[in-house]
T-cell receptor, first 112, second 113 residues
Framework: EDQVTQSPEALRLQEGESSSLNCSYT??????LFWYRQDPGKGPEFLFT???AGEEKEKERLKATLTKKESFLHITAPKPEDSATYLC?????????????FGKGTKLTVNP | EPEVTQTPSHQVTQMGQEVILRCVPISNHLYFYWYRQILGQKVEFLVSFYNNEISEKSEIFDDQFSVERPDGSNFTLKIRSTKLEDSAMYFC???????????FGPGTRLTVL
C-alpha cells in the first residue's frame, strides 16, 4: 500500500476554472508535507511546506492546506502557465529514522 | 537568482562501468540531497549529506553508491558498477534548513546499456 497517494492522476481544466488536487497519506509521525511543481524534463520546484493540521499557505493562485490525513492544493482561476505536474512529499519518522516519500503526482493541464 | 547546477545533462554508460554525477549546490546551503526518478515513476530519495557526512540514506542507496563533497562547491554521486535498472533521472538538491525548501537541479539523465 502506498504511503502517499495523489489524486487525480491527471486533471484538465479550462483557464479560469478553479479546482483542487489531493494528497493523502497513511503515515504517522509527520514532520512536514511539501508541495512541488515539476515541468517536463526539469527538477521539482519548491512551492510550500506545511507542518501541522489546520495550516494554510498561499502563493499567487495556489493555496495549500493540511489536515491530519491529507493535504489539498487549491488552484484559483488557473492560467495555461500553471500546467505542470504537482508533487507532494511527506517527511515522517518511522522506527526511529526519518523518511521522505513522494507521491506519483497530478499532471495538470490548463487549456486557454 | 542562485540555482543548483548538474553535469552532465545526459550520461550514457555500459553496464558494469562506474559513473560520477556532479552537482554544484547553492553556495550558502548546508544540506545536500540526491534523488532519482525512473521514467514515468515517482521521485525517490537516495541520500542526504550534512557537515561532510551522510545523515540519511534510503534502502536504494546500497554499497554501489557513494557521495562526496570533494571541495567547497561540488557534491558528487558515484555509482561503482552500474546496472540496467540504474537508468533514471538523478536530481541533486540543496537547502538551507533540514529537509525544507529544497532547491533541485535540472537533473542528469543516466542511461545504462
Amino acid at each position: 500500500e502506498d504511503q502517499v497517494t495523489q489524486s487525480p492522476e491527471a486533471l484538465r481544466l479550462q483557464e479560469g476554472e478553479s479546482s483542487s488536487l489531493n494528497c493523502s497519506y497513511t503515515v504517522s509521525g509527520l514532520r512536514g508535507l511539501f508541495w512541488y511543481r515539476q515541468d517536463p524534463g526539469k527538477g521539482p520546484e519548491f512551492l510550500f511546506t506545511l507542518y501541522s493540521a489546520g495550516e494554510e499557505k498561499e502563493k499567487e493562485r495556489l493555496k495549500a492546506t493540511l489536515t491530519k490525513k491529507e493535504s489539498f492544493l487549491h488552484i484559483t482561476a488557473p492560467k495555461p502557465e500553471d500546467s505542470a505536474t504537482y508533487l507532494c512529499a511527506v517527511h515522517f519518522t518511522q522506527g526511529g529514522s526519518e523518511k521522505l516519500v513522494f507521491g506519483k503526482g497530478t499532471k495538470l493541464t490548463v487549456n486557454p | 537568482e542562485p540555482e543548483v547546477t548538474q553535469t552532465p545533462s545526459h550520461q550514457v554508460t555500459q553496464m558494469g562501468q562506474e559513473v560520477i554525477l556532479r552537482c554544484v549546490p547553492i553556495s550558502n546551503h548546508l544540506y545536500f540531497y540526491w534523488y532519482r526518478q525512473i521514467l514515468g515513476q515517482k521521485v525517490e530519495f537516495l541520500v542526504s549529506f550534512y557537515n561532510n557526512e551522510i545523515s540519511e540514506k534510503s534502502e536504494i542507496f546500497d554499497d554501489q553508491f557513494s557521495v562526496e563533497r570533494p571541495d567547497g562547491s561540488n557534491f558528487t554521486l558515484k555509482i561503482r558498477s552500474t546496472k540496467l535498472e540504474d537508468s533514471a533521472m538523478y536530481f541533486c538538491a540543496s537547502s538551507l534548513r533540514w529537509r525544507n525548501e529544497q532547491f533541485f537541479g535540472p537533473g542528469t539523465r543516466l542511461t545504462v546499456l
